[in-house]
């Protein structure tokens, strides 16, 4: 027996909300723990340690955004959709810890240092990039910027996540250095994603013609 809608929204969808809050609780418990000189497992290196782990989040957000939809068709229900735009706000709250991280711990607020670092390493380019386009998605991720946008307008501009989602994967490949299995993960997960939306379009047309 299916679950009623008001138990998905009132019940399941504050459930995951909780979950998906929980890293950057564990983050903000684990720097409370090392600023009171308590033991923490931030490791020997917090700083490196933060930008990892608010880093990763970030994409692990994005492709839960991204494999909505997918979701939704393979089961086929609705349901997951209820999710896209709360998992799309917490990718962005985990890029902007992620950006924080960077900015205070590594940069210490030093904006010309900040400049040069981006125009000088490739993968912060590309990362810093990636969040400037992010942000415009959320801040018309509400109702009332889509009636604002229209629809079409609003569905051309979330098109974007298209292009983002591959430039997070870049910088995450290039801030590894090297070849690792981690990213190749990652960037296999997203080309599935995009096939399983792409791909479906394609044939549509094609039976259109």
């Excluded at 490196?48 to 393979?74: H, Q, V, Y």
């Excluded at 991720?141 to 629809?151: F, V």
Aim: hydrophobic share 55%; charged share 15%.
């Amino acid at each position: 027996m299916a679950m009623p809608l008001k138990v998905w929204r009132f019940g399941v969808k504050p459930a995951v909300f909780v979950l998906a809050l929980l890293p950057a609780l564990w983050l903000v418990s684990e720097w409370w723990a090392a600023f009171q000189g308590l033991p923490n497992d931030l490791g020997f290196n917090p700083n490196e340690t933060s930008n990892r782990f608010s880093g990763d989040w970030a994409l692990r957000m994005l492709l839960i955004t991204l494999a909505l939809t997918p979701l939704a068709k393979l089961i086929p229900s609705n349901k997951p959709i209820m999710f896209r735009r709360m998992m799309g706000l917490f990718a962005y709250f985990y890029v902007c810890l992620h950006m924080l991280s960077y900015i205070w711990l590594d940069m210490l607020f030093n904006w010309p240092e900040l400049w040069a670092d981006v125009l000088k390493r490739i993968y912060i380019t590309v990362g810093m990039a990636a969040f400037l386009m992010l942000t415009p998605l959320a801040i018309t991720s509400t109702k009332g910027m889509i009636k604002r946008l229209g629809a079409k307008n609003w569905q051309r501009l979330h098109k974007l996540v298209y292009v983002i989602a591959p430039l997070a994967i870049i910088h995450f490949f290039m801030m590894r250095k090297g070849l690792q299995l981690e990213p190749l993960i990652y960037g296999a997960i997203l080309l599935v994603l995009l096939l399983a939306r792409l791909l479906p379009k394609r044939r549509r047309k094609m039976r259109a013609a």
